[in-house]
């Protein structure tokens, strides 16, 4: 009997009992169907996750604090967080830059930015940087460029809304505000218009302030000829206008400047005021960031940095911990897949046994003609296999029914349960890669094959003489 001869007589003997074989094949389908189910939702969910954590943050960046040790063994002291730490960082592996963010004051109180018509940049803090390293931070521009060797140390990048709110040191109590707008799409409030509409047209300028009753700062110094500051008035080199995302709060109204020259700035500031000293910075700071090549190789970053005592965070690592929290209940109804697999599996044997006792004459008679053992064995394996696989290609097909109807319909409410998102926006959480689908039919195949063993091996062991006499 060539093998050809045993898939039709496969066919020929399933087609014979259509009732039965096609409730062992929807039973092989159900199966399939909820494992392939529930592992296109951890594919699709994961693909979701991470696009939305995206838009809100950087996912290859780690957040390296140093405020001591509360979960590691009491012999592990962290270093100062200094320069040379921060260079440590950036000589890891798969580590593309690193620098400090600090975020200690804003214009107009300590030190003011100003125009040479008058206005004072208000409310908009001073984020001090390694200024080479901005750009490898993944950083954009909606103009000019950012720092290039040979610019001053008074070189700024700013963001897009830094500079919503004006206060004239000339006249006083006189004000110029953003024009903020609602939009309903986004459920979000946006600058509509800025006081100034191009910061590249105005001379800026940088001066630190002094300090008058109730710390209060004295912006009529600003341009005076006799004021005791004058000696620190500078012009800034604006060289940029960063890109920014909504939740991006500090690249949106923010002014970055080199560290080293901010640090200057504050030492300026506390000359000119002994009585109202401001903390100089000492050369430690707070909050490092660092930018790894790639989110999956953040992890392993992240574990070295904490084994050198310090803190960290990360939206990579809010991911996974979200990941987890989907892949515990994902695990839940896994199980009750597996249960329908289990059952599929147990009535393709258990059909496979009524076949045999129902075909023992026929068993008989092949054996006396002569048939080979192995071949009986294998027309029962292969009938058993071919109901697995056909229950497989049932449950692809079935498959993607299922994730029509989630994404059409759930998938903007499970998704909500994790990120609780809004909107009317069509989310897909269940992706059938092709992977799933080759998955789900080999794996329906062997369950099928694996189902069938006993019943063919029980097949082979039948006497021939018993079998031909059997009625």
């Known amino acids: 009997m060539k093998f050809i001869d ?26 399939t169907s909820a494992v392939i189910v529930m592992l296109s939702l951890r594919v699709g969910m994961n693909i979701q996750i991470t696009k939305m954590l995206s ?3 950087d996912l290859t960046l780690i957040h390296v604090y140093n405020w001591g040790r509360w979960d590691a063994d009491d012999d592990i002291v962290p270093p100062d967080l200094d320069d040379s730490i921060v260079k440590s960082f950036m000589s890891m592996d798969n580590v593309m830059s690193a620098t400090p963010f600090y975020t200690n004051f804003q214009s107009g109180f300590q030190i003011a930015v100003y125009t040479a018509d008058g206005w004072v940049l208000m409310y908009t803090p001073f984020i001090g940087v390694y200024m080479d390293e901005l750009e490898n931070f993944g950083f954009r521009l909606t103009e000019g460029r950012f720092k290039q060797e040979g610019d001053p140390p008074t070189t700024i990048l700013m963001g897009p809304f830094a500079g919503d709110y004006l206060q004239s040191y000339i006249y006083e109590n006189e004000y110029l505000w953003s024009e903020w707008g609602y939009d309903e799409e986004t459920d979000t409030w946006d600058i509509l218009s800025m006081p100034i509409d191009d910061y590249f047209k105005e001379e800026l300028r940088i001066i630190p302030l002094t300090m008058g009753e109730w710390w209060q700062a004295d912006l009529s110094v600003i341009g005076s ?19 920014a995302s909504p939740t991006d709060w500090e690249a949106r109204n923010g002014i970055f400047i080199d560290i080293s020259y901010m640090a200057g700035l504050i030492k300026a500031y506390n000359e000119l005021n002994p009585d109202n000293r401001y903390e100089e910075f000492n050369g430690v700071y707070n909050n490092v960031r660092v930018r790894v090549d790639d989110m999956n ?23 996974e911990n979200m990941m987890q929290q989907i892949g515990t209940i994902q695990m839940l109804l896994a199980a009750v897949a597996a249960v329908s697999l289990l059952v599929a599996t147990m009535n393709i044997t258990n059909t496979m046994i009524m076949a045999i006792i129902e075909r023992t004459k026929e068993i008989g008679i092949m054996k006396v003609l002569g048939c080979d053992i192995g071949k009986i064995r294998l027309m029962f394996l292969g009938e058993a296999a071919l109901i697995g696989f056909l229950g497989g290609a049932a449950g692809v097909l079935f498959s993607y029914g299922l994730s029509f109807i989630i994404n059409n319909f759930f998938g903007q409410a499970l ?5 609780h998102s809004g909107g009317d926006e069509k989310i897909s959480i269940s992706i059938i890669p092709p992977y799933l689908v080759l998955l789900g039919l080999a794996g329906a195949t062997i369950i099928g094959m694996l189902a069938g063993l ?9 006497s021939a003489l018993s079998a031909i006499a059997h009625e």
Not at 8 to 20: E, G, H, P, Q
Not at 225 to 243: M, Q, R
Not at 415 to 419: A, E, K, Y
Request: hydrophobic share 45%.
């Open 55 to 57: 838009e809100w943050a």
């Open 225 to 243: 000829k006799t004021a005791p500051n004058l000696e620190y008035d500078e012009e800034l080199n604006l060289v940029g206008i960063l890109e």
């Open 6 to 31: 045993i898939i039709r007589t496969c066919l020929r003997n399933l087609t014979k009992r259509k009732i039965r074989t096609l409730l062992t094949v929807s039973g092989v389908l159900i199966g």
């Open 454 to 462: 006993y019943p063919a091996q029980r097949s082979i062991k039948i």
């Open 415 to 419: 998704m909500g349960m994790f990120m």
């Open 297 to 319: 190789n953040v992890p392993a970053v992240e574990a070295e940095i904490k084994a050198m005592g310090f803190q960290t965070s990360s939206f990579n690592e809010m991911r």
